[in-house]
């Protein structure tokens, strides 16, 4: 499957954790693991996608500079590390929702990793990752995956005209202003309550000298530190490599910044910049590779740096989780390093690496720290996981905790699992390792058939699973599994899938944050997409109910079903914008979401929207797309108008959207390309970044909002607000009762409050429980089976005297609080595990494969469905004549295993038994043994319309395993056989030509000879002065040249056509070859007189040989002198029915002189003789035409009187056995006749 990229909604984008990776694979169907913890691949090329042009309006397009802003917080915190983890970003990370990106095999996106889009165009691979994701407490991907912007705007738009000025606008919704077109106007934004337009205080800073760079990467470190970083870079689209940067470092939250370039070096042209997350006074910043890989170490914020040259690229970066040295680095030629010193020295980990699937220890599961897992490949191109520590990664200290090889791309450790696929060859099949015990195979529904399959979350206690099936193609289902995560639930089908910038599909799914159990998704039904939300997660879905009335107060009219408000679910892929949609966990109930009123989700005449009690009910806040941010731990709203709008002014709410103040923070309208809001937990400090004009520098601008507060808040300004579901107070199965601001009040919060004062569980009641495993839940609410699932089926493994939980058909929603109600109704019941036959008995290879090489181990898996495992005996039968029993199933956990001698198609059977009754399967295993050579025997002259026999000598020879592919003439296409041997007749005179290719296991080889075809010929067979043999190391290219040679000396002898004249020499010694002489073309009216000319060119030939005429020089002082050994049996082929007697009495001696000549040779010394190079069918012998004639006085002679090609072949393999030559079909002693190899 090739792949495409998903996301899915509600990411932390405070933490950066999504990536942009090109969308090939959705048309590709194969199925495969990815996981929203997963790095996004390094084989993908990042693209410079130029959106956002900065230029003159008036400038021709060709001279278009493309102009990105990256903004990146330096080292998000991780609750793991004792880090303060609400420094905010436009979403603090404890707010970012867990149902995060997901993405195909060449493209995982992550809750780790921060986002990305500045790539150069040649990298051929994502960059390193930074942050720690606070909320899932695991190691994060470090370095630059951050977001590249326009100054106007989100680069990376790929429906939209490079290079046009009306490109400048961002599109965060799918729709898209151009800036040169638009006016400013002085009343910007829609409030409830216009106020007098008071001055907040700022400071603006421009990035003087650096107009000409068209990358500009913001850092921030958070954690009350005061030091900003910027990186701004020259990239040249013609090299594609950057060419210039600039290192710009502020100490006072921005107001001023120092350039740094002399720090670093004055020529040093830097590239990305990585920042430790669990110490943000260090950071790593590399060189581009294209002047020198080096790595720069600062251990005081970048105040200074060391250098230290590097012998690799580095492609991505993945820092420990709570060791601030240690790092793992992955190179440009995909190998994986580690260092334990902050990157001063690194130590190779493994050669070849998947991008983006290694992973460091996760604490309390991993016995050792320093434990690396990582997707490996071995040398004939597989995949493992394995494992190793970080410094001790030798062959002998790696593990492998799935013993068989998996599917690349694949491999994710996230949490308390690890997933992969295993290839096989028809469904994706899934495994699931729960706390580092064994693999267990995933269970879906029966038929759920997954095209694709992603993680999308797995910090709840469960697992949260997209599968797109069969059936589906821009939708997915979302599963939900137990705890251990084997058998997945459905909890909504077609949600709605949304392709991003850069083509990212994104799943339009999002988990509110601050409050457990809430969803929002869209789902396709009947051709419309619409909004629904649940509070047991996904139990229950319903619709959302629109606001009673509009901005300016006039009623709405919406009546569900037929009409509700649907939620734009997109999460910003600009982590410094705040998306479609926004909550905050210091602030729950609270969501602010893009939307439409109407019968189903449309992206025309939208609004903005806001829910203050968790989505029971809404409010209209704007006409117009806003990027809404929480202030003050969410106890403010700020907003501002999309960045393809200039603006100067801010909008704030105190009292959750009701009313809005007005604000200016520029005197001169600025295009906003991000904000930082909320860098230090104990300061009231935003930063927006943006430009002034299309020409004008980086602007800077420092806001500090602490002036818009009156004071500090104190208890009097707090009130209880009671979490419902439509007014029922019981919510994953308890009362919860929040702490809020009241709204209204201008007090500042300063710190983050205590969000849940009280929760009580409730009784358990039916929504408090979903369908279990194999169940479905029916129009009347209740769960029911499938058709497929049979509930009365025991595992294996229940023996007797043993106890196991028999389901209800249904389970309590994981995290759900409820005690007493109906618990016990709903929970499965304990019972006595029965004493039964054996059923559904399954026998497979461990790999799933049908094949296996000779010798080699193979190993069978026996599965039982149902019967007593510790009661039941089970025989295996491998079918070579041996077989094993054991006394129960447990023996055979492991596998079985077997070596095969021989190849073969072999009968496995396995036989489960106990007293009462059987079961039996059956398998045929092909072993194979891979061809080392094939040798194609053929005549070399053949008559026309006459069949020959054509055969295949394949060494090894194994019987059975083999296919033979054909190609006869000029046959398209092939011939197939399971026999080495074919009959062919050639209508046609001329060259033919015969190809063979024979395919065994994995190995596919190819022999093709030439054959002439004529009406009639002569032949004349060869022999050699013995001192020719010394020379020859009988292999056909030896044969061929000296052939030429052969065929030169006799021309010398002869002015027969040197085009009708052919030679052919036979393997093995003695030496001994046999000379062709064809007719002309198209001379069958003077088919005699051609025969004459034949017979008198031969008698020309035989004196000259009888004269010893005909000689060669092989090499300097070896002459070989070329002898006549007799006539062939069938010099000449005539269709006339007239003979004379001298003819026939001459055809007659030469028969019987060469008889006689056989005999004395074959006791005196071993001459060549007639070998036929053809399988002899016993039922019908293959005739030898005399020379005059074919009439019913022709004498004929069939080859039963010569050695059958079996004895030939056992004569040929002694020889090569006597000789060691490699090939037994070229070791024959004796001669072919009319036939050459």
Known sequence: METWAGLCPGSHLSLGMWVMIAAHALLNVKAEITCASCPSPVQLRREELQLGIRTDPTEEASTLKSIRVEFRELGFADHSAGMDGDNETGVSPEDAPHFNQFATLDGVSTQDDA?????????????????????????????????????????????????????????????????????????????????????????????????????????????????????????????????????????????????????????????????????????????????????????????????????????????????????????????????????????????HVTPNRFYWSVAGLDKEPDLVHMEAHTPDGNVQYVTCRA????????????????????????????????????????????????????????????????????????VFAAVQEWNQNDTYNLYLSDTRGIYFTLAMENVKTTRGIGGNQMLDLYEVAGIKGILIANKRQDNQVKTYITYNKGRDWRLLQAPSSDLEGIDIHCILPFCSLHLQLQMSENPYLSGTISTKSSAPGIIVATGNIGAELSYNNVGMFISSDAGNSWRQIFEEEHNVWFLDKGGALVAVKQP????????????????????????VPLFVDGVLVEAGAENQIMTFFGHFSHRSEWQLIKIDYKSIFSRKCTEEDYQTWHLHNQGEPCVMGQK???????????????????????????????????????????????????????PSTVSS???????????????????????????????????????????????????????????????????????????????????????????????????????????????????????????????????????????????????????????????????????????????????????????????????????????????????????????????????????????????PEWRQDVGRVIKKAVLQVSD???????????????????????????????????????????????????????EFELKPGVRVIVYNTQLTLAPLVDSSPRHSSSAMLMLLSVVFLGLAVFLIYKFKRKIPWINIYAEVNQEKEQEMIGSVGQGDSTPKITLSEFSTSKELMEKELDARVKRGVGNACESTREIPNCTSV
């Open 115 to 351: 986002p990305s889009f500045s790539e150069e165009s040649d990298r051929g691979s994502d960059p390193p990752e930074t942050g720690e994701d606070a909320a899932l407490q695991r190691a994060k991907r470090s370095g630059p995956e951050f977001a590249e912007f326009t100054e106007s705007g989100l680069t990376g738009r790929t429906d939209a005209a490079v290079g046009a000025p009306e490109d400048r606008g961002s599109m965060l919704d799918g729709h898209r202003q151009g800036r040169s077109g638009f006016r400013w106007n002085r009343d910007e934004g829609r409030g409830n309550n216009r106020q007098d337009e008071p001055k907040i205080t700022s400071s603006t800073f421009a990035l003087t000298g650096d107009s000409a760079h068209n990358h500009a990467v913001v850092y921030w470190s958070g954690q009350n530190s005061s030091v900003i970083l910027i990186l701004t870079k020259l990239y040249d689209f013609h090299i594609g490599s950057v060419t210039e940067s600039t290192l710009w470092r502020s100490t006072d939250y921005g107001s001023t910044y120092e350039r740094m370039n002399d720090k670093v070096g004055s020529k040093t042209v830097l590239s990305y910049l990585y920042v430790c997350p669990t110490n943000k006074k260090k950071i790593m910043v590399l060189t581009d590779p294209e002047f020198e890989s080096s790595v720069l170490i600062s251990t005081d914020e970048g105040a200074s740096y060391q250098k230290y040259r590097l012998t690799f690229y580095v492609l991505s970066l993945l820092f420990h989780p709570t060791e601030e040295d240690w790092a793992l680095a992955y190179s440009h030629d995909q190998k994986l390093y580690s260092s334990v010193d902050f990157g001063r020295k690194w130590q190779l980990i493994h050669d």
């Open 797 to 1035: 493994s229940c023996s007797q005297g043993q106890n196991y939980f028999n389901s209800t058909g249904y389970r309590k929603v994981v995290l759900n609080n409820c005690t007493k109600g109906v618990k016990e109704m709903y929970t499965a019941r304990k019972q006595q595990c029965p004493n039964r036959s054996p059923k559904g008995l399954l026998l497979t290879t461990k790999d799933g494969k049908l094949t296996a090489n000779l010798d080699s181990n193979v190993t069978f898996l026996v599965h039982l469905d149902e019967g007593d495992s510790l009661r039941t005996n089970i025989q295996l039968d491998f079918g070579d004549g041996t077989a094993v029993s054991y006394s129960n199933l447990s023996w055979t956990e492991e596998g079985i295993k077997h070596v095969y001698k021989s190849a073969g198609i072999f009968r496995v059977t396995a036989l489960a038994e106990n007293a009462l009754g059987y079961d039996s399967t059956t398998l045929y295993l092909h072993v194979t043994c891979p061809v080392e050579h094939v040798q194609l025997l053929t005549p070399f002259v053949v008559i026309r319309n006459k069949e020959v026999n054509i055969t295949a000598v394949v060494l090894p020879s194994h019987s059975r395993t083999v296919t033979y592919f054909w190609w006869l003439g000029n046959n398209t296409e092939p011939v197939i056989t399971l026999d080495g041997s074919i009959s062919y007749t050639f209508s046609s005179e001329g060259m033919h030509t015969i190809t063979v290719q024979v395919a065994a296991a994995n190995t596919i080889l190819q022999d093709t000879k030439t054959i002439a075809v004529k009406e009639f010929f002569k032949s004349l067979l060869l022999s050699f002065s013995p001192n020719l043999d010394e020379f020859n190391p009988d292999i």
């Open 644 to 667: 393809s709008v200039p603006t100067r002014h801010l909008w704030v709410s105190f009292d959750e959207g009701r009313q809005w103040t007005q604000h200016s923070f520029s005197s």
């Open 391 to 462: 410094q001790m990664c030798t062959d002998t200290n790696r593990n492998y905790p799935f013993s068989g090889y998996i599917d690349i791309s694949s491999l994710v450790v996230q949490d308390d699992y690890i997933f992969i696929q295993v290839p096989t060859s028809g469904r994706a099949t899934y495994y699931v390792s729960y706390k580092r015990d064994s693999f267990i195979q995933i269970k879906l529904p029966k038929y759920s058939l997954p095209k694709d399959l992603h993680i999308v979350s797995t910090d709840e206690k469960q």
């Open 1056 to 1110: 027969f056509p040197e085009e009708k004249l052919l030679v052919a020499v036979f393997p093995g010694v003695p030496t001994a070859a046999e000379l062709f002489l064809l007719p002309h073309k198209n001379q069958s009216e003077g088919k005699k007189k051609s025969e004459e000319e034949l017979e008198r060119a031969s008698d020309i030939i035989v004196s000259a040989l009888n004269q010893n005429l005909v």
């Open 736 to 790: 919860q009762i929040y702490m809020k601001r009241r709204p209204g009040n201008y007090c500042m919060l300063g710190k983050d409050y205590s969000r849940i004062l009280s929760a009580e569980s409730c009784i358990c009641r039916a929504h408090d429980f979903e369908c279990d495993y194999g169940y479905e839940r029916r129009g009347d609410g209740n769960c029911r089976p499938a058709f497929w699932f049979n």
